[in-house]
C-alpha cells in the first residue's frame, strides 16, 4: 500500500494569554507567531494551550446582620445593576475591574462576569448610528477570557459580532480594531482545528491591513508571515510560498542586512521549499539564516538551524555532511541547555533516522533509547507536546525496525499527552492515522478503521480535505474495510481519495497509481 505520511502542525508556540489592551483602541495582536513553524511530515505538536481556570470561588455565605436581619450586599453590587449599565462612566470601570481582576490572578471567571457587564453597559451608551469601538474591545476581552476558559465557540460567536462594529472607512482606529478582532477570530478558529475558516480570516485582516498601512510596511509583513505559517499548517504550500515572499521583500526594504527578520523568514521559506521537494532552495534559505544569525550571536538558534540543515542533507543522502550538522547542534545544545533537554532528545531521533537509512542499525536503536530515557525524566519547563512528538518521531523508526506492537504503543503515549491539548487536531490526525497503520499491520482491522475514521473526521473539519495527505488517509481506510468484507464502502473511499490525488499529485504519483489499483481490485470484487 502507499506509504502514509502523517502531517505536522507548527512548532510550539506560547500558550494562549488573556490580551486585554491599556488603550480603548490599540488592536490585539496574536501571541503565537513563531519564530519556525513545522513542515507536515511527521507528527509533533501544535501549538496554543490555555490556562487552565482557576479554582472556583467560595461559595460561603456572608453572615447576616444581627441588628437588622438582613444580609449584607456585596460592595459592588450597586455599580453591577443592571439599571446602572445606562451610566456612560459604568462601562470603563468595569472593563478595568476585568483588567485587574485578570491582573490580580482572582479567577477568569470574575473577569468575565465584569468584562460582559462592561459591553453591555458600553452597548447600552453607543450613540445611535455610531460604532462604539469601546464596545468592540470589550468583546475582544470577553472572547480571550472564553478562550481562555476553553469556551472557544462562544468565543468565535462574540469575535463574529466584534467585528461588525468597527467601520474601516471612518479611519485607523476603526480598521485597527477589525484587523484586531479578524486576527482574533482566525486564532480562535485554529484552536478548533478550523484551518480553512482561520486563513480566511487572517485573509481579512490582512486585506484591513493593508489598506490602513500600505502595502510595504512592516506590520504587514508580520501578518503576511503569520498567514504563511497557517499555509504551511494547511499544507497548501503554494500560497504559503507566495506570503512568505511578500515578507522577505518588505523585510528587504525596512531591515539591515542579515536582520533576525530576515532569517526568520529565510527559515519558513527553507521549510516551505523543503515540503515541496526543492532541497537545493530550502539549503541556500537555511545558510542565509544560518549566517545572520551568527552575526547576532544567537548560537542556539544557529544549532536549531543545523538540524534543519542536517535534516536537508539527509533528504539529499549526503549522510556524512547530515552527520556534521547533527553533531554540532547536540554539542551546542549539551553545553547551553544540559544533556536531559529535549532539543538533545530531538537531536538524538535525527541520527537513530540517519543512522538507520546507512544501514547502522544497533547505533540507531541506541539513539532511540537515549532520547526515550530523556522523554521519561523531561526537565522541567519540557511541554507535553515536545515529549509527544519525540515519542510519534521515535515510533515511526520503530516501524522502520519492523516493530509495530512498539511503535504503537509510543503512539498511544503520544495520544494520551495531546489529548485535552485544545489546538493540536492536525497534530491528533496524523497520530490516528499512523495508529491505524500500525493496527492494520498487526491485523487488527477493526481498530484500523477506527482510527482511520478518527482522522478523517478531524481532518474534514480542519479544512484539510482537499490534501494529498486526505487522500492517502482515506485511501489506507479502504483497504481496513476491505479487510473488513465492506467493499461498497472501500469503493466510495477510493474513489474519493482518488479524485483528490489526480487533483493534488497528478495521476502518474505513486500514491494516485497506488490506489487505482486498489479501486480496480475493489471493482473486480464487487462483479464491475
Do not use: W
Not at 550538522?325 to 538533545?344: E, R
Amino acid at each position: 500500500m502507499p506509504g502514509l505520511v502523517s502531517v505536522k502542525s507548527p512548532a510550539e508556540a506560547p500558550p494562549l494569554r488573556i490580551a486585554v489592551p491599556d488603550e480603548p483602541h490599540t488592536p490585539i495582536r496574536p501571541e503565537s507567531i513563531r519564530s519556525e513553524p513545522t513542515i507536515p511530515k511527521s507528527s509533533s505538536p501544535a501549538p496554543r494551550r490555555p490556562p487552565s481556570p482557576s479554582p472556583s470561588n467560595s461559595r460561603a455565605k456572608p453572615s447576616p446582620d444581627r441588628s437588622s436581619g438582613k444580609k449584607k450586599s456585596p460592595p459592588e453590587k450597586n455599580l453591577l445593576d443592571e439599571s446602572s449599565l445606562d451610566n456612560p462612566d459604568l462601562g470603563p470601570f468595569l472593563l478595568k475591574l476585568a483588567r485587574d481582576t485578570i491582573a490580580s490572578g482572582e479567577g477568569p471567571n470574575k473577569a468575565l462576569d465584569y468584562a460582559l457587564r462592561a459591553a453591555k453597559s458600553f452597548e447600552r451608551c453607543a450613540v445611535e448610528g455610531e460604532p462604539s469601538l469601546d464596545l468592540a474591545m470589550s468583546l475582544h476581552v470577553v472572547a480571550a477570557i472564553y478562550c481562555s476558559l476553553g469556551r472557544f465557540e462562544e468565543a468565535v460567536s462574540v469575535l463574529e459580532r466584534a467585528i461588525k462594529v468597527p467601520e474601516v472607512s471612518r479611519g485607523a482606529d476603526h480598521a485597527l480594531a477589525a484587523f484586531s478582532g479578524y486576527m482574533q477570530l482566525g486564532d480562535t478558529h485554529s484552536m478548533l482545528g478550523q484551518l480553512d475558516r482561520s486563513i480566511d480570516c487572517y485573509k481579512e485582516g490582512l486585506k484591513v491591513q493593508m489598506e490602513a498601512l500600505g502595502d510595504n510596511d512592516p506590520r504587514v509583513a508580520e501578518t503576511c508571515r503569520y498567514l504563511a505559517e497557517a499555509h504551511v499548517q494547511a499544507m497548501q504550500f503554494d500560497e504559503a510560498e507566495i506570503m512568505c515572499k511578500n515578507t522577505l521583500e518588505i523585510h528587504r526594504v525596512h531591515s539591515p542586512p542579515a536582520s533576525l527578520e530576515e532569517a526568520a523568514d529565510r527559515r519558513l521559506m527553507a521549510l516551505i521549499c523543503e515540503a515541496k521537494g526543492d532541497y537545493e532552495s530550502a539549503l541556500e534559505h537555511l545558510v542565509l539564516a544560518s549566517m545572520s544569525m551568527i552575526a547576532n550571536g544567537q548560537e542556539n538558534e544557529v544549532a536549531a538551524i543545523d538540524v534543519s540543515i542536517g535534516n536537508i542533507y539527509l533528504a539529499l543522502a549526503r549522510f556524512d555532511e547530515a552527520v556534521f550538522a547533527y553533531q554540532k547542534a547536540l554539542t551546542v545544545f549539551k553545553s547551553s541547555k544540559g544533556d536531559n533537554h529535549p532539543s538533545v532528545a530531538s537531536v538524538f531521533v535525527r541520527l537513530a533516522d540517519l543512522y538507520y537509512k546507512t544501514g547502522k542499525l544497533r547505533e540507531s536503536r541506541s539513539y532511540c533509547e537515549n532520547a526515550l530515557r530523556i522523554y521519561a525524566k523531561p526537565v522541567p519547563g519540557t511541554t507535553a507536546e515536545e515529549i509527544a512528538s519525540g515519542m510519534a518521531e521515535i515510533s515511526a523508526i520503530y516501524e522502520m525496525f519492523n516493530e509495530p506492537e512498539e511503535a504503537l504503543k509510543l503512539l498511544q503515549k503520544a495520544m494520551k499527552l495531546l489529548e485535552d491539548k485544545p489546538g493540536q487536531h492536525s497534530t491528533i490526525s496524523g497520530i490516528k492515522a499512523r495508529m491505524g497503520v500500525m493496527f492494520y499491520m498487526v491485523g487488527r482491522y477493526e481498530e484500523s478503521q477506527s482510527s482511520f475514521e478518527s482522522a478523517v473526521a478531524i481532518l474534514r473539519a480542519s479544512g484539510e480535505r482537499k490534501s494529498a495527505f486526505f487522500g492517502v488517509v482515506l485511501n489506507q481506510m479502504g483497504l481496513a474495510c476491505v479487510q473488513l468484507f465492506k467493499i461498497d464502502e472501500a469503493a466510495e473511499l477510493f474513489e474519493e481519495a482518488r479524485e483528490i490525488l489526480e487533483q493534488e499529485c497528478g495521476p502518474c504519483h505513486q500514491d494516485t497509481l497506488g490506489v487505482y489499483s486498489n479501486l480496480a481490485a475493489t471493482y473486480d470484487a464487487m462483479g464491475r
